[in-house]
């Protein structure tokens, strides 16, 4: 176990934040429960070189224990939602690794109101790092540990879950590889070229459909561009298995339905839909969740609208786990998946150097919401339209089928 907690944190700190070769002050978001694992990362990061480590430490219970007894006045300035030390670390130039491990189900007799209020001051909070990471420049990365908490909630059944969800992260992260660094190298060449090629065919409609009842017309900006994992010398995801691109803001009209759990704030949401038109969500339908889903969209004027399309097929390690990890980052890359709320200036033409009032124009949407969901399904099936009117089946049975044809 300790030796592939020790390649784990090389991969976090050397190929997907790049210390190795850039080292610069670095912040570490992670819930204390992880303490073990993180005095590995600490270790091997001070190996390195890195003079400078903040720990952002996190406790779901006490993040419990405020939501219930705070005035929400008392909330926003809460460390664990007021999140300005990130501002003063982007300063610095640091790099960023945030690390999860929801306790699924512990927030469930919090108000929707307060589940949307904090989530919001998490995002908001840190304006200047917000805007460094949208444009990729600082390195980031997201990626899972295994706590008690969390690992009781993906496997119920084992005698010892939190070892069971360190093995799932070491399966999914490729740690059971020899090398996972040259691995993931060669992961993310095969995922920029399929992004890449996306580019090429550069698409006008993406037409989603599947037996749960989704039947979705995405539109894309004309200026659109397609990116996969590999577009700096950082991985932002840790696993990765998605390309993704910005849709066009008023360009979504039809019913798209989740295919997997989604956890929000620290809430279980399960078995909804999204209908929309011209890009706006108009109707929620949802059998656990509506309440928080209604308050999220109204976060801010453009929390309704949606601001990423990422493709990823059904046949994927992750997926192919069958493991509900009620986790954005995994089942996220175990199904193609949409966002609402802001999309990425990076996906669109020169969108780095545009302002608010300039994306908004070109259609990309900004919003201080960005909450992915997923929505693909073993038969998803997207059908392509190109500017002049060709079409080209995207996905099959889903999976990709672009490099078919």
């Known amino acids: 176990m300790k ?18 070769e850039d080292i610069r002050p670095l912040l570490i978001s992670a819930p204390v429960k992880a303490i073990d694992f993180l005095e ?28 219930l007894h705070l005035e929400n006045q008392h909330l926003l300035n809460s460390p ?15 790099a960023f690794l945030m690390l999860y ?3 699924v189900e512990l927030m469930k007799d919090v108000p929707a109101d307060k589940i949307s209020l904090t989530s919001h001051q998490f995002r908001v909070s840190r304006p200047l790092y917000k805007k460094l990471q949208s444009t990729d420049s600082i390195p980031w990365c997201i990626a899972i540990v295994s706590t008690p908490g969390y690992a009781r909630t993906v496997f119920p059944q084992e005698k010892n879950p939190v070892e069971a969800m360190w093995n799932a992260i070491f399966h999914c992260c490729l740690i059971d590889k020899e090398n996972p660094i040259s691995a993931w190298d060669e992961k993310v060449k095969r995922i920029d070229n399929r992004a890449n090629l996306m580019n090429q065919y550069h698409f006008r409609y993406l ?15 004309k200026n659109h ?14 696993p990765t298995e998605e390309i993704y691109t910005s849709p066009l803001r008023t360009g979504i009209n039809g019913i798209v339905y989740s295919a997997r759990p989604l956890v929000y704030g620290g809430s279980l949401i399960e078995n909804f839909a999204f209908e ?45 786990t069958g493991i509900i990890y009620y986790e954005t980052l995994y089942d996220e890359n175990a199904s193609c998946h949409l966002a609402v709320g802001a999309g990425f200036p990076k996906c669109y033409e020169n969108g780095i150097h545009l302002e608010k009032d300039e994306l908004l124009a070109a259609g990309v949407n900004v919003s201080s919401v960005h909450t992915d969901f997923m929505v693909g399904t073993p038969d998803l099936k997207i059908i392509g339209t190109t500017w002049d009117g060709r079409e080209y089946t995207v996905f099959e049975n889903g999976n990709f089928a672009l490099e078919k044809q």
């Open 276 to 320: 929309v038109k011209d890009g706006k969500i108009v109707g929620i339908q949802a059998e656990k969740g509506k309440e928080i889903l209604e308050s999220m969209i109204q976060s801010d004027e453009n929390a309704c609208y949606f601001g990423e399309v990422a493709l990823v097929d059904n046949d994927s390690p992750i997926s192919n």
């Open 3 to 20: 030796e592939n907690l020790e390649k784990y944190a090389d991969l976090l700190l050397i190929r997907c934040l790049n210390l190795k």
């Open 40 to 67: 590995i990362l600490a270790h091997r990061a001070y190996e390195l070189g890195v003079q400078d480590i903040y720990f952002d430490f996190e406790d779901d219970g006490l993040k419990h224990e405020q939501l």
């Open 80 to 94: 664990f939602w007021n999140k300005k030390i990130f501002d003063e670390y982007a300063k610095k130039n640091a």
């Open 101 to 103: 491990s929801d306790d």
């Open 207 to 221: 037409h989603y459909e599947n037996r749960l009842g989704t039947d979705l017309r995405i539109e894309l900006p």
């Open 225 to 238: 561009i397609w990116l996969g994992s590999g577009e700096g010398d950082f991985i932002s995801n840790m």
